[in-house]
């Protein structure tokens, strides 16, 4: 089969698409051939030697991505739930090597779901490490009701995933992006959007009970200001240094990191609500495997709108 291979640390520049074996399953496997990858940011921080580099270099030969939807080829021994021509989709083995940048991928079946008949392969693709991150973010932060939530880079992968949630469990919703993408985080649901480009958005903003940020930086510091004594701030960025540690404690707010992982159970929750309509999964753009170092080049800008989809 045919796979992009990270020869190096210099980003989408060092994947390297050539052939090597198909895998081979255990008997709690399924093989799934390939139609469709998303792309998240920690593909391309691996791909510079951050994120999960250290993980998968041990593990040679280093194939980048963790997100697929797809068909099943073959069933390993043990599994039950899938059969030979289901379609399926899922985050493979995150945080270990999912090898998703491939043709074929043996997954793992309790990592995967089926994947809902009233949406493409593409939005399949698109509704896995994104929103199983968000999914898992708002069953820790336990947003109730009522609440105010504040959403960073609402109108991103993760982000677009959040508001939706949010909103579900009933909060009012409010998200930062910029004004080319106002109208799209308005239509996920959310309440107020704040174009970060014009106004500092804890000057712009009434105390919250909770802030999810994807981006480091200043921004989690920042939106301490904002959140009311008992709140909570969830950062998936690293953002939650000692210092922004020490300064939550003192205003009595409770700041933590957050890393997602693979959990069928949860992959089925996210597939129920796309079956049903109460969430959406939104693809900006779908570039052929051929041009999937594009694709990533493409993200590492930071300007995406919901998901870029690979197609094998």
Do not use: S
């Given at each position: 089969m045919q796979a992009y291979i990270l020869t190096g640390t210099n980003g989408p520049d060092s994947l390297q698409l050539t052939n090597v074996p198909t895998p081979t399953i255990s008997a709690s496997d399924v093989l799934?051939?390939?139609k469709a990858i998303s792309l998240n940011p920690v593909d391309y921080k691996t791909a510079r030697g951050k994120a999960m580099w250290g993980t998968l270099s041990a593990q040679p030969p280093v194939i980048d991505?963790?997100?697929i939807a797809g068909e099943v080829t073959e069933v390993g021994a043990d599994v039950t739930e899938f059969k030979v021509g289901d379609a399926?989709?899922?985050m493979v083995n995150f945080p270990g090597a999912g090898r998703a940048y491939a043709e074929y991928v043996a997954a793992p079946a309790d990592h995967l779901a089926h994947q809902p008949a009233n949406i493409s392969v593409e939005e399949a693709a698109g509704a896995t490490l994104a929103a199983l991150t968000a999914f898992q973010i708002m069953k820790k932060a336990n947003v109730q009701a009522g609440q105010r939530v504040l959403v960073h880079a609402a109108g991103g992968g993760v982000g677009s995933f959040a508001v939706q949630f949010a909103k579900e469990r009933g909060a009012y919703v409010l998200g930062t992006a910029s004004a080319a993408k106002r109208d799209f985080v308005l239509s996920l649901g959310a309440d107020e959007v704040i174009d970060y480009t014009q106004v500092r958005f804890e000057e712009a903003?009434?105390?919250v009970d909770f802030v999810f940020t994807g981006?480091?930086?200043d921004i989690p510091t920042r939106s301490l200001s904002i959140i009311k004594p008992g709140g909570k701030l969830i950062s998936i960025a690293g953002g939650v240094t000692?210092?922004?540690s020490t300064q939550a404690q003192a205003s009595q707010i409770n700041a933590s990191a957050f890393l997602v992982s693979s959990?069928?159970?949860?992959q089925r929750a996210i597939a129920d609500r796309l079956a049903d309509g109460r969430l959406q999964s939104y693809v900006s753009q779908t570039i052929p495997f051929s041009q999937l170092p594009d694709a990533l080049r493409q993200l590492e800008e930071g300007?995406?709108?919901g998901k870029i989809i690979v197609t094998v």
């Open positions: 799934v051939r390939v991505g963790w997100d399926v989709f899922g903003i009434e105390p981006i480091g930086n000692p210092e922004v959990n069928g159970a949860d300007k995406t709108q």
